[in-house]
């Protein structure tokens, strides 16, 4: 086959908190990708990563008291735990701070500014710092984030910027010549009608509001602005600009590149220019997929409901997850996700369709022949539909990919076959034959056909799941690992003779769907402890309470400090002491009318001069301002000098 390379990536996650169970969805998908094409024979790079510069991160580390490297590495490191998680098969991992990177980054501005694509001009406009996008008015929603919804602020800098008008006919010709560029075509449309066809506008490119970005080499005080960093990264990570660029000769330009709908006109607008001012390919494909959705909308940390990845893992394996996004998931469209309709999945063709066959053909084998597979004898007419349907399936499956990595096709397909083998489990009653002594032969037919089916789906479950795809050929007894290639189910029919079939546990568990639901909504409340814990942060414990000694005192004299209008010195008796007390309660209170109350006394305050005068502790109130203020008193009388507690 001719040049069988593939080139694949998802988009660099923002290091700036924990992914939830939506932000799983690229990658898996990629990883599913990436996984058929390895098996298809093809020499893949599968690359992903983390897009650790901007205002965000920046401030994000500030709150948190660290420096945005220090922020960021903590980010990576859970991120790559995730990866490692849901098994994802990545061959690199770029960080937008690793120095190469930056290095091609800075080469990259240098080059397009040299070649007169990037200008310097002013930028105003508003920003939403958490997407780290600016808007014009008109692109506001209700004033803030059409993204988002947050507050946005209104940004003036100095800023360079990418020609990008220089580049759009050649972007139109892209979108006419290739017609397969960016799937799905919805969102094609919804690019050429919103930003194409009314010509796209000069986009900013570096910044100088603050510092946590790649610094541009000509211009000190400018960082590139997170698009151009981060995009740059599917090259960089190949050695573009580098002295050892043979990956990215190997593999660029991409394959496909998988992102998700709320980065498409970065991807298929920007990108592809700065690529063409680079002189560069374009990528083949952009595939951009929808949102996993709650209750309909956009599952969001922000919004409290992001899933959390690591509860359905942990509590019902990973192939289960990865079988429900790949099967439910928002592959082009918006897709919701619930806990009735994954468990209800799960159950219904994990546990029964594919568990049940698994589990009833390795239960006849054993019973009946020992455990081993016996070679199958004669076809009957009952045979054909489940073998015809099996030599098709490995076809199937990879058009399916082949034709918009259409992973939910490629599933239906395998498990088209896992339900017919069950089909033809009832259609043949191999509990009858096994009665029969004469009818031996056509039972062992029976269950090879059954066995071979097995492997088949098993084999092509590879692509899509990590361990189920091994626990089958385990109960097969398939140890080798000939029997476990495309090459291998393209013709029904292998020698499965050494093969001694094992009864191992179920490959899935039936779930009891009350049970789990209530589970669940447990677990959402173990997750919001997080939450609670990041409020926590905000309050103070009781022993600082308790720190902070209150009294009651009572007022002995009060005169207006001169030259000042709200000052008062108040000499407060404390029972044992008589201390004053400057404050500011003259536009409510006159002097007169404060002698004889009794106040409120926060008595461990640092004494401070004020006008001159040593003020010994703080008299509480209330107040919207110095013109409307209610003095704290008690509604009984106590001695003065009496704790508040
Ligand atoms: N850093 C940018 C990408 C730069 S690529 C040069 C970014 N990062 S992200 O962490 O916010 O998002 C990573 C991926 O997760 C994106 O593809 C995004 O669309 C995807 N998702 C985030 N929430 C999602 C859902 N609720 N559902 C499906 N995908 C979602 O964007």
Known sequence: MENKKFYVTTPIYYASGNLHLGHTYSTVYADAIAR??????????????????????????????????????????????????????????????????????????????????????KYEGYY??????????????????????????????????????????????????????????????????????????????????????????FDKGHVSYVWVDAL????????YKKDDDTLFEKFWPADIQFIGRDITRFHVIIWPMLLMALGLPMPKQI?????????????????????????LVNRYGLDAVRYYLLKEGPRLDDAGYSNERFLNTVNADLANDLGNLVSRTT??????????????????????????????????????????????????????LIRRANKYIDETEPWLLAKDESKKARLATVLYNLCESIRIAGVLLQGFLTKTPEKIFTALGITDDSLKTYESVKKFGADLSDCKVEKGKNLFN??????????????????????????????????????????????LTCEKIENTDKLLKILVDMGDHKRTIVSGLALTYSADE???????????????????ILSEGMILAVGEDDANVGLLTLDKDFPAGTLVE
């Open 594 to 612: 404060m002698v004889g109350k009794t106040v409120v006394v926060v008595t461990n305050l640092a004494p401070r001069k004020m006008r001159g």
């Open 232 to 239: 740059s990264n599917y090259i960089s990570a190949l050695g």
């Open 128 to 217: 939403c710092v958490p997407c780290e996008s600016f808007f014009t008015e008109a692109q506001l929603t209700e004033g803030k984030c059409s993204d988002c919804g947050r507050e946005v602020e209104w940004t003036t800098e100095e800023s360079y910027f990418f020609k990008s008008s220089k580049y759009q006919k050649q972007l139109e010709k892209l979108y006419k010549n290739n017609p397969e560029f960016l799937v799905p075509e919805s969102r094609k449309n919804e690019m050429l009608n919103s930003f194409i066809k009314e010509g796209v506008k000069d986009v900013c490119v570096s910044r100088t509001s603050f510092t946590w970005g790649v610094p541009i080499t």
């Open 363 to 416: 239960k006849m084998v054993i019973n009946s022949f020992d455990s081993v597979i016996q070679a199958p004898d004669k076809k009957e007419k009952i045979d054909k539909e489940l073998l015809n349907i099996a030599n098709e399936t490995l076809k199937k499956v990879s058009t399916a990919i082949d034709n918009n990595s259409n992973t939910q096709k490629a599933l239906n397909d395998i498990f088209t």
């Open 36 to 121: 058929v094409k390895r098996m298809q024979g093809y020499d893949v790079f599968f690359l992903t990563g983390s897009d650790e510069h901007g205002q965000k991160i920046e401030r994000n580390a500030e709150k948190a008291g660290v420096s945005p490297k220090q922020f960021t590495d903590k980010i990576v490191e859970k991120m790559k735990d995730l990866w490692t998680l849901m098994d994802i098969s990545y061959d690199k991992f770029i960080r937008t701070t690793d120095e190469d990177h930056k290095e091609v980054v800075q080469k990259i501005f240098t080059q397009l500014y040299e070649q007169g694509d990037i200008y310097k001009s």
């Open 287 to 311: 595939h951009s997929h929808g949102f996993l959705t709650q209750k309909g909308e956009r599952m969001a940390k922000s919004k409290g409901t992001g899933f959390d990845p690591y509860v």
């Open 510 to 555: 039936r779930l009891k769907l009350e049970d789990e639901i209530k589970f669940l909504a447990l677990e959402v409340k173990e997750e919001k402890k997080e939450e609670i814990s990041k409020m926590e942060e905000k309050f103070i414990t009781f022993d600082d309470f308790l720190k902070v000694e209150m009294k009651s005192g009572k007022v």
